[in-house]
């Protein structure tokens, strides 16, 4: 008969922010091990609020399943003598396999051994995983807590373990499972008995924990609505900021406040981002968009005294918002033009100088990639001023105040400043993307702004041996690293950036013998981040080590030829493969100097260098135009013409110069390959 699961684990407050991923975790964790255990079950779903991760197995077998392996032996010489009879080596093989040697079989001429184990009971397994659930969970940060060793993202409090109405003995940092619960901190019982797995999600639900985060996700969204709808208002809507919000409650209940209308005239992101990030209220507008005196936030509780709730909600937002409207009127008593003698006194990174010094980097790494990339001169000018200023917020009141607001406060002062609508873009767009999903820059002037900065960050840290490993990456220079290609990946530039990494280093005054291996290490560092990018696209591996072998390449280029790859996969082109393969071993240390046309004497090798001279030519004219179908297709042009010269010419000649000069020959017939990249990576 099958029987139900539940695993709740009891802890002090988890960071909302860890959930999603914890429960995920929970969840795959609980099928491997089930599955591994070879114990059936119908459905497994998770649960999770603020002070409790729950794990619900339906339909579980009351037993594992039997299982039956065949072990393969040694060859059937070894295990029977001349007569037939079972030797020590087919004796021992059956013993350890705890069978009798007569039930041994021979397939193939391998002696095999058949075992079987019976399947074990449910509670068994189970009173195994569940301590293995609990050990191996990952979390970005974790506690012990008093003089224990056991860690956890925060304290354990109580531990439920049923299997119907049976508890299952667990015990982890000195808590001993039980049938008891908690309720909600103010609102519910302290002890609850759960009768069994079914009455779990109700049970709590009559003491006011909604523990199923999907239902109590929409409960928040539907009551945000209709107290939207009730102010004819529109909710400036965040969905992270409402699962962050779903984590942080049990029973929510959302209500609405207010803030005076004197405050709407500070700027709309000096209102939303302590509302948003430091609060987490959703900010409501008019019909036409316009930010309004009220927002919106969730209470982990009933509407009991909500007035009393929704006064302290707006007495807080009200001194963050005098914070914000002082510092503002403080910041506006100096131009940003006019702070940037305080960009002195801000340390950029250690033993690297202060943010004039990265402002005077970034002015002629800016003036190296616009030559670069061909930058309109409209697009130079403002991205000149816009430089200027880049950085200048950061001696504001405001941003030192509220960080996020870097750039955004830029942008903002730029305008007041009576700066162009475009350089105050610009000044925002430095900072795009900030996170994975993010908005990219639009403006010409902007994504430059943007390349160049997360360059000189990236080149900066590297130069002080500061390189990401593992899962350590404090300045986010990987996040900083997929930003630049993807805004390389959405613009029309075909740049390489060989020649700003270089203009960077010499810049940073790294020394001249050390900047091949720090250009190695930052090229390196950019390559396996495209090369992730499009492995998510589920473009094949050997299509990218084809690719990315050739560092000549821009981003554009690796575009260009993924998409021509495709469309054309030469890859599955097996005579064409192994056509430049044979190739590739006679030439992959050979560089082309030229082919004496004279010593062309057998029509193989003179047909081949009439098609490979074309073929090499089209090559370069369709690179130069970016044609990149043109180059993809031309390779299988040249097969039929190659495998006849393999099969009429003997690249080894005794004479040497005849055959220095096949070989060079090949060089030509492989360089309408290799200006794709190593065809080794198709083998």
């Not at 959930?19 to 119908?42: C, R, S, V, W, Y």
């Not at 299997?163 to 901190?185: K, M, Q, Y």
């Not at 996170?435 to 002037?445: I, K, S, Y």
Request: hydrophobic share 45%.
């Amino acid at each position: 008969m099958a029987k139900d699961l539940l695993f709740e684990i009891g802890a002090e407050e988890i960071p909302a922010g860890f959930m999603p991923n914890i429960l995920g975790q929970l969840k795959q964790l609980a099928i491997t091990k089930l599955n591994d255990a070879h114990l059936p079950f119908e459905s497994i779903a998770t649960y999770g609020t603020p002070r409790r991760l729950a794990l619900i197995v339906t339909g579980l077998a009351d037993t594992s399943a039997d299982i039956s392996e065949r072990h393969k032996g040694p060859s059937a010489s070894i295990a029977y003598d001349t007569e037939g009879n079972a030797t020590k080596a087919a004796i021992g093989f059956a013993r350890g396999k705890g069978i009798d040697v007569a039930d041994l079989v021979v397939e193939d001429g391998y002696i095999c051994a058949e075992t079987k184990t019976a399947g074990v009971p449910s509670k068994n397994i189970v009173a195994d995983l569940l301590p293995e659930l609990i050990h191996s969970l990952n979390f970005p940060k974790s506690m012990h807590w008093g003089s224990l060793d056991a860690k956890f993202v925060r304290p354990v409090r109580w531990l439920v373990a049923l299997l119907d109405e049976e508890v299952i003995p667990v015990e982890f940092a000195t808590v001993t499972s039980s049938n008891v619960t908690r309720g909600h901190r103010f609102l519910g019982a302290d002890e609850i008995i759960i009768a069994n797995p079914a009455s779990y999600v109700q049970t709590l639900k009559d003491n006011f924990v909604m523990v199923d985060q999907d239902e109590r996700r929409q409960v928040i969204t539907d009551q945000l609505h209709v107290i939207a709808n009730e102010k004819n208002a529109d909710i400036v809507w965040d969905d992270d900021l409402l699962e962050e919000i779903n984590y942080l409650v049990e029973w929510p209940t959302a209500l609405c406040g207010g803030f005076e209308d004197s405050y709407l005239s500070l700027p709309d992101a000096a209102i939303i981002t302590p509302m948003k990030d430091h609060q987490r209220y959703f900010p409501l507008v008019n019909k036409e968009g316009k930010l309004l005196p009220m927002f919106l936030t969730v209470r982990n509780g009933s509407n009991h005294s909500i007035e009393v709730v929704q006064a302290g909600n707006e007495r807080v937002l009200r001194a963050r918002l005098d914070d914000a409207k002082f510092f503002f009127n403080e910041d506006r008593k100096k131009s940003l033009i006019d702070r940037q003698e305080g960009l002195t006194k801000i340390v950029f990174q250690e033993g690297l100088g202060n943010l004039a010094d990265k402002t005077e980097r970034l002015l002629q790494l800016g003036r190296v990639f616009a030559e670069t990339c061909g930058l309109h001169e409209d697009a130079t000018v403002v991205l000149e001023r816009a430089t200027e200023l880049a950085k200048t917020d950061l001696t504001t009141g405001m941003v030192t105040e509220f960080t996020e607001l870097q750039g955004v406060m830029g942008k903002e002062y730029a305008l007041l400043d009576g700066e162009s609508e475009a350089v105050a873009e610009a000044i925002f767009e430095q900072y795009l993307p900030r996170f994975a999903g993010d908005l990219l820059p639009v403006t010409e002037a902007g994504k430059v702004l943007s390349i160049i900065d997360k360059i000189d960050n990236i080149v900066a840290t590297f130069s002080r041996g500061l390189i990401p490993t593992g899962s350590q990456d404090p300045y986010a220079l990987r996040r900083q690293t997929i930003g630049i290609l993807n805004i390389l990946l959405n613009s029309e530039w075909n740049t390489p950036l060989q020649p700003i990494f270089v203009e960077s280093m010499n810049l940073l005054n790294v020394p001249l013998n050390k900047q091949e291996e720090l250009l190695q290490q930052v090229e390196d560092f950019f390559i396996l981040r495209l090369k992730n990018i499009y492995l998510d696209r589920e473009v094949p591996h050997h299509i990218l080590d084809l690719l990315l072998s050739n560092r000549e390449l821009t981003v554009a280029d690796v575009d260009g030829y993924v998409k021509a790859l495709q469309a054309n996969r030469i890859d599955e082109n097996v005579e064409l493969v192994q056509a430049y393969t044979r190739m590739y071993n006679l030439v992959k240390d050979v560089t082309f100097i030229g082919v004496n046309e004279s010593l062309l004497t057998v029509k193989a090798e003179q047909d081949l260098f009439a098609v490979a001279t074309i073929a090499a030519q089209d090559s370069l004219a369709a690179w130069l135009d970016s044609d990149y179908d043109t180059i993809v297709a031309l390779p299988n042009t040249l097969v039929p013409t190659i495998n006849k010269f393999f099969e009429g010419v003997m690249v080894m000649d005794k004479d040497e110069a005849i055959k220095n000069n096949r070989l060079q020959l090949l060089r030509l017939a492989y360089n309408v390959m290799a200006i794709i990249g190593d065809i080794s990576a198709l083998k």
